[in-house]
T-cell receptor
């Protein structure tokens, strides 16, 4: 497709389970970003990738969160031992290069932790 | 980080112009001002950006104050589809990487 694709669109899981969220950026975009948005809140920046490298992981909320990107394309955000406060919409965005301000966002993955 | 101040909400009527203000008094000389909007149940979408001069594109116009401490996003003829949360974001580069930090934005309601 032409846009940023995220899967699953909805995920309901039980507290303590691990979840993986996938992001497929626009072809040719070198930069990829993860944000999360809790109900009624603004967007919280989590991490970005330039190619396969994530130079700054300080935005990840805890060590239960990790992210990787392979082949300069698809990225996976993994949350281990999920907690109820992890419930949010996780948004992925990509941009042509790292230092361009036009990000293209996906529709998000809504995570609900019971 | 440059701080922004936007009204929590605004309301307008369909087919009328809308002026969405943003104060960014701590912006640095090299920070671009970006505007994004988020329609219900969707990810944010880029609207427009500028540095010093006023900018126009097919979606909107951006008027930037001469001292760059404020800007105004202008929707020339609002439609129902323009109902969204609008974010004003100073875009800066830190340690070689750009960061777009979203605030709370302005929730725009369009009345038919």
């Amino acid at each position: 497709g032409a846009g940023v694709s995220q899967s699953p669109s909805n995920k309901v899981t039980e507290k303590g389970k691990d979840v993986e969220l996938r992001c497929d950026p626009i072809s040719g975009h070198t930069a990829l970003y993860w944000y999360r948005q809790s109900l009624g809140q603004g967007l919280e920046f989590l991490i970005y990738f330039q190619g396969n490298s994530a130079p700054d992981k300080s935005g990840l909320p805890s060590d239960r969160f990790s992210a990787e990107r392979t082949g300069g394309s698809v990225s996976t955000l993994t949350i281990q031992r999920t907690q109820q406060e992890d419930s949010a919409v996780y948004l992925c965005a990509s941009s042509l290069h790292l230092n361009t301000g036009e990000l293209f966002f996906g529709e998000g993955s809504r995570l609900t932790v019971l | 980080d440059a701080k922004t101040t936007q009204p929590n909400s605004m309301e307008s009527n369909e087919e009328e112009p809308v002026h969405l203000p943003c104060n960014h008094s701590t912006i640095s000389g090299t920070d671009y001002i970006h505007w994004y909007r988020q329609l219900p149940s969707q990810g944010p979408e880029y609207v427009i950006h500028g540095l010093t001069s006023n900018v126009n594109n097919r979606m909107a116009s951006l008027a930037i104050a001469e001292d760059r401490k404020s800007s105004t996003l202008i929707l020339h003829r609002a439609t129902l589809r323009d109902a969204a949360v609008y974010y004003c974001i100073p875009y800066y580069i830190i340690q070689g990487a750009q960061k777009l930090v979203f605030g709370q934005g302005t929730r725009l309601t369009i009345n038919p």
